[in-house]
């Protein structure tokens, strides 16, 4: 079938105003975004720009918003995507554009950086592996699964008029070792995310959650946060 | 210990002074809440249903509830809870949508005096009720005294 892709292109070096661009490409109903991208870029205008890595939904690379919507194109089957009509795609939305799809990720990983990000511990390191039952496991297995693929942080309407607001993505970055229970700095992780741009800024409109390509209940992950700050100590 | 050392990564985030301001303002604005709708839903069913309904509002039967002191702090709290209330609300929205340093300030302190001035005049009104202001006044409380 004949599917129209349109894409907003942007390209600093040409113009400073970004501008709808459309594509006619050949795909089949289960071909993915991504199979017509890579056929715009191959057979029909290679200086379109966007991220990919391994295609397949795992590396989070490719996040851009298709029909308004932010998903993966790795994922987003042409079929669920309306393809009587043409398909819009846009760069998220809340960071700095470079070029066509390509935005600066740099505000984004600031933000995920500064919730300390890895496993905090004090004294003797085991000899072995540091032991933990399985219902301790359970309770952030949700956030573990997060690719960074800025979906969610770039789908908030509070992080987009504001991008001091630390984002859904950091929130969720700082569950996963909140909740682990090897982890000793969950104080200084709650400490931070108590300040004024931190979780009490998130206003639970749950675009994160609809947004994640991996299924993390982000909006609840926050609210776990905040109830952890309230009964702390 | 591990023989290497390895520095701590980059982190942009500078740490301002701790409060919980923003966590206590999230809990007031839950309990305020809950508060409120016992309290709306009260005042409106004493005032518009109760007895004759809209037609028994007028200045005596402003002057007969708050002759009691229940109605005075109902009242009160009313007005506070209200008042900060949505004070609180306007501050979060200015928070999330004015972008510029300036107008965030010019806005929320347009808000901050707006809210006092309603809250003191309203507090003052509660307190300081006259039944009797008006001398011609034919009220039971002021023609026996």
Wanted: net charge neutral.
């Amino acid at each position: 079938m004949d599917v129209t892709v349109k894409i907003l292109r942007y390209n600093p070096e040409v113009s400073e105003d970004a501008s709808w661009e459309s594509y006619q490409v050949s795909a089949e109903p289960t071909d993915r975004v991504l199979d017509a991208l890579h056929k715009v870029k191959w057979d029909l205008d290679g200086s379109l720009t966007f991220r990919r890595s391994c295609a397949h939904g795992v590396c989070g690379s490719d996040a851009m918003r298709i029909n308004g919507k932010n998903r993966l194109a790795c994922k987003t089957l042409i079929k669920d995507v309306n393809p009587s009509q043409p398909i819009s795609v846009e760069p998220i939305k809340g960071l700095p554009v470079l070029k066509d799809l390509v935005v600066d990720m740099e505000p984004f990983f600031d933000a995920y950086r500064s919730v300390m990000p890895f496993l905090v511990t004090s004294g003797n390191e085991p000899t072995r592996e540091r032991l933990q039952s399985q219902t301790d496991r359970e309770r952030f297995d949700d956030t573990t699964k997060c690719i960074l693929c800025a979906a969610c942080t770039t789908s908030c309407p509070v992080y987009w008029t504001d991008g001091q607001y630390f984002g859904p993505q950091a929130i969720v970055g700082a569950h996963r070792f909140i909740f682990d229970s090897r982890d000793e700095g969950t104080d200084q992780r709650l400490e931070i995310l108590n300040d004024k741009e931190g979780v009490w800024r998130c206003r639970t409109t749950f675009n994160c959650t609809e947004a994640c390509p991996r299924g993390i209940e982000v909006t609840k992950a926050i609210q776990e946060v905040k109830r952890a700050l309230i009964f702390r100590r | 210990m591990s023989l290497t050392s390895i520095p701590k990564p980059r982190s942009t985030y500078k740490a301002g002074r701790s409060n919980n301001f923003e966590m206590n303002s999230w809990l007031f604005m839950r309990g305020s809440g809950l508060l409120l709708v016992v309290l709306v839903i009260g005042h409106l069913f004493v005032n518009l249903w109760q007895g004759d309904g809209i037609q028994q509002i007028d200045f005596a039967f402003v002057a007969g509830k708050w002759a009691s002191p229940f109605w005075q702090i109902w009242d009160l709290a009313m007005l506070w809870l209200a008042m900060l209330h949505g004070m609180n609300g306007l501050r979060t929205i200015i928070n999330d949508y004015a972008s510029r340093g300036g107008t965030k300030f010019t806005l929320k302190t347009l808000l901050y005096f707006a809210t006092f001035v309603t809250v003191v005049l309203g507090t003052l009104v509660i307190f300081t009720f006259d039944p009797c202001i008006d001398p011609a006044s034919t009220l039971e409380v002021c023609t026996n005294r």
